[in-house]
């Protein structure tokens, strides 16, 4: 009757009201534990993650030794998530195929047979076409699961154990590295060489107050699987491992095998006759794919921005080999070096992040970014607790041991009382246990002894491995109340592990060369253009083209319905263009990025964020160390520096300050020879004065150049007042007319002026 009535009740009535925001919280800080500590970040003392370790353990379980025969893919994966990680099979096969990859690991845990994928960034054939099997290393890595050294833990669905770390020797967090994005977290450890590892471990066992300085004349930094180079400095590099951030400039590395001269193999140059050379790529940084690489260089070339190279191949089989074709044999071999630094991913930056799980007695898996002397002390303090567990677990097999060698020993210095025993009782083993004084377990492995047992060299070897099992008992008791000791022992092994990967062997050498990079090439960025002459023609509803070619100025352009010519100039596709905007703003545009004349050209505006309701009231070539008039029709000016004017980004750069109702109305070149300003009003009045009475400034409202009653400013210009002020008469004449006495009008800046000569242009401008 129970039953029924609790299978009527109202599902609903399980329901708890709580609020939105904390129920949400509760729930994402589980998923966010969950991401961090059993997902994304390695642990610190095996430097495995669980999808690595489970992959390890369940190769392992599958007797998958280096001298075993290969196993197909799929029977690991499978294993893998049917017993320990259930998720999908594509991401365990991946994590399975990078562990064998020797271009993402640099000490590789899995040995592969069959197509792994390759450093082109293509992907490992299916794992139903491929074979595994471990490594060398991930046996050292694991060494020790079997004697009691780690704990270990129920699977996900409580039918199988799974060891919580591996307890083996191999410095595997710093010596593969890792990297992972967790909730709110990530890391980022690069490859590191194992024999400078263990070398900096040894110096902390000896003396844990070790400078950090002196832990990085043993520890030199990354050593990247893929070799390459790392030209930061060593104070650079040396404050990344100081705090556990910071980042490297990796490099490819330029090396000529081929090369007879020393110094152009080691320069990556091939001599190829009649002074012809190439450059040779022999190592790419760490995580970039040759085939991505050949194409954005390919991209560069078809693009025209790198017009001083000329091809690029891959020549590579098992090694590496690009080799780079300049367009000239007179292009400088260093400037072709750093523009492909620059422009391509043969210089790439790896930042650091040593943000790993701790797991410390009493505080659980703690993610912590630590130095790589906190690392290492913490790794130390790790392999010396697995050593104390491993002596625990050995001396209570000893004790077990001995236990049943001293019951044998019993039953051969009585055996005939013991064959009789066994003869003449019903039930022995209580006769016995009364009679010698023997447990349990001494009774029960005396009647399970065979009778082979019992020839008399039994006796003096079960003597004699009594006598190893209590000398050995002895010093692994002596070793676990000596820290001293254990230190010692520590050591010892950690000399075994560096000499089987020191540096003369092939595993163990290092492969990236870390040297502070000699000073770059200066030069100009326009090198990288193609130099070709163009003429910029721009619209007075802001459309913008570059036609090929010195074109006569004057001809008569195409232009949209109700448009019509504002600007055109003569000049080069490696020359910077500046526009000024009648709100004050300055724009920079390249001469090699404009479209062509075909048609109409492009909006100015898709180029660069210039104001709607602005006007561009100039447009010129930049000259580097020039210099610009600049004034508002409020009347106030200032002189301005031309390279100060160039504009980085799309948003331009504001030059002029201007307030409401208030335009820039004159931009002009300021000639060398150039002394005086002339500025002439609204209302027709003129003032001239010396040009050094007008500050050179970056930005700002500028001097006040002529005084109005009514109006504003018209017009200004600089001239050299020696040679007078001239200007347009206008017609079809084309004359000019010069003013020599200009003298007349020269007064104070700021002042009001008086009417300009005869003949000066009804339009007041210059």
Known sequence: MADIIDAEKDPFDAIVDAPFDSALSERYLVYALSTITARSLPDLRDGLKPVHRRLLWAMRQLRLDPTQAFKKSARVVGDVI????????????????????????????????????????????AYRYTEARLTRTAL????????????????????EEEPEIFPGLFPNLLANGASGIAVGMATNIPSHNVAEVLDAALELIDNPHAEHARLMELFHGPDFATGGLVVDSAEVVSAAYETGRGSFRMRARFHAAEAKDQADREAGIERLGGGQWQLVVSEIPYQVPKGKLIEQVAQLIADRKLPILEDVRDESDEAIRIVFVPKSRNVDPELLKESLYKLTDLETRFGLNL???????????????MGLKEVLLHWIASQIDILQRRSRHRLDQIAKRLELVEGYIVAFLNLDRIIEIIRTEDEPKPVMMAEFQLTDRQAEAILNMRLRSLRKLEEMELRRERDELLKEQDDLTKLLESPARQRTRLKRDLAGVRKEYAEDTPLGRRRTTIAEAAPTVEYDP????????????????????????????????????????????????????????DDGRFYTLGADKLPGARGFGEPLRTMIDIDPEATVVAAMVHRPKGQLLLAATSGKGFAAETDELLAETRKGRQVV??????????????????????????????????LEEMPVMARGQGVTLQRYRDGGLSDAITFTLAD?????????????????????????????????????PKDNRF
């Not at 943000?355 to 970014?369: F, H, I, W």
């Not at 949209?560 to 010519?565: A, I």
């Open 82 to 125: 049917g017993k320990y990680h259930p998720h999908g099979d594509a991401s365990v096969y991946d994590a399975m195929v990078r562990l064998a990859q020797d271009f993402s690991l640099r000490y590789p845990l899995v040995e592969g047979q069959g197509n792994f994928g390759n450093i082109d960034g293509d992907n490992a054939a």
């Open 140 to 159: 050292l890595l694991m060494q020790g699961l079997d004697e009691g050294t780690v704990d270990f833990v129920p699977t996900y669905n409580g039918e």
């Open 355 to 369: 943000n790993v799980l701790d797991a410390q007695p009493g505080t659980g898996r703690t993610p912590m970014v």
């Open 526 to 581: 326009s090198a990288m253009i193609e130099k070709e002459p163009v003429t910029v023609i721009l619209s007075q509803r802001g459309w913008i083209r570059a036609a090929r070619g010195h074109l006569p100025l004057e001809q008569d352009w195409k232009f949209k319905e109700g448009d019509g010519p504002a600007f055109a100039l003569h000049a080069q596709t490696t020359d910077k263009l500046l526009l000024a905007a």
């Open 657 to 690: 300050n201007l307030k409401p109702g208030q335009k820039l109305a004159v931009v002009r070149e300021i000639a060398p020879a150039h002394d005086h300003v002339a500025v002439v009003g609204d209302n027709r009045k003129l003032v001239v004065f010396n």
């Open 724 to 760: 007078g002020l001239s200007w347009a008469m206008g017609g079809e004449t084309g004359r000019t007319r010069t003013e020599e006495e200009v003298w007349q009008w020269k007064v104070a800046r700021g002042a009001a002026g008086r009417m300009p000569p005869r003949g000066f």
